[in-house]
């Protein structure tokens, strides 16, 4: 069955770049959408924006100058780059896929994450 | 931007009752784009229920989604032990494109 696993470093300092790696096994990363979301302790979940295999994007308004998405298709791979990051940052990022139903004609996004990373904290911290 | 607000809170019920969660959106929700999730410490969240009612691969038939609208709940019939966790609602939103959950409601033994 499909996994994900998050990677990247678990520390990051204030006004960096935090850099984190989402891999695809089990599965094909074509045709579906690929998100990241994270939680601080103790709180609620975020999400922070979406790719599609063809590389289109969405993000999170409120983060959305600060993140940027992108996807390797050769590698079962998509990545996620949060720019100038703060203590606020600091939270646990998970990568999670949008599940999606077929039929016998058509296919259809169930708008739904079906399948999440393990999750990685990441510490903006100096 | 849709705001998904849950409630209770906290939710102190002992196994075998029946536990009732409540979301309710800010503005009107498809039916298609509403989920319920339950996370336990430590793990990542599990979907539980699509499009409002539909239960997710291997989700025991105790758990049941229903609502429209602006009002949603989650309903699960008979609690069991390993079913004390936190729970979220998320909605979709097609104008921009993304997603909200909801601030959760945490269901623990009483």
Same mark, same amino acid.
């Given at each position: 069955q499909v996994q994900l696993q998050e990677s990247g470093p678990g520390l990051v300092k204030p006004s960096e770049t935090l850099s984190l790696t989402c891999t695809v096994s089990g599965g094909s990363i074509s045709s579906y959408y690929w998100s990241w979301i994270r939680q601080p302790a103790g709180k609620g979940l975020e999400w922070i924006g979406r790719i599609? =295999?063809?590389?289109? #994007?969405?993000?999170?308004?409120s983060l959305k100058s600060r993140v940027t998405m992108s996807v390797d298709t050769s590698k079962n791979?998509?990545?996620?780059?949060?720019?100038?990051? =703060?203590?606020?940052? #600091?939270?646990?990022?998970?990568?999670?896929r949008a599940g999606r139903y077929c039929s016998s004609t058509s296919c259809y996004t169930l708008y739904a994450f079906d399948i999440w990373g393990q999750g990685t904290m990441v510490t903006v911290s100096s | 931007e849709i705001v998904l607000t849950q409630s209770p809170g906290t939710l102190s019920l002992s196994p075998g009752e029946r536990a009732t969660l409540s979301c309710r959106a800010s503005q009107s929700v498809s039916s298609s784009y509403l989920a319920w999730?339950?996370?336990?410490?430590?793990?990542?969240?599990?979907?539980?229920?699509?499009g409002a009612s539909s239960r997710a691969t291997g989700i025991p038939d105790?758990?049941?989604g229903s609502g429209s609208g602006t009002d949603f709940t989650l309903t699960i019939s008979r609690l069991e032990p390993e079913d004390f966790a936190v729970y979220y609602c998320q909605q979709y939103g097609s104008s921009p494109p993304g997603y909200t959950f909801g601030q959760g409601t945490k269901l623990e033994i009483k």
């Open positions: 599609y =295999t063809s590389g289109s #994007t969405n993000y999170n308004p791979q998509f990545s996620l780059k949060l720019s100038s990051v =703060t203590a606020a940052d #600091t939270a646990v990022y998970y990568c999670a | 999730y339950q996370q336990k410490p430590g793990q990542a969240p599990r979907l539980l229920i699509y105790r758990f049941s």
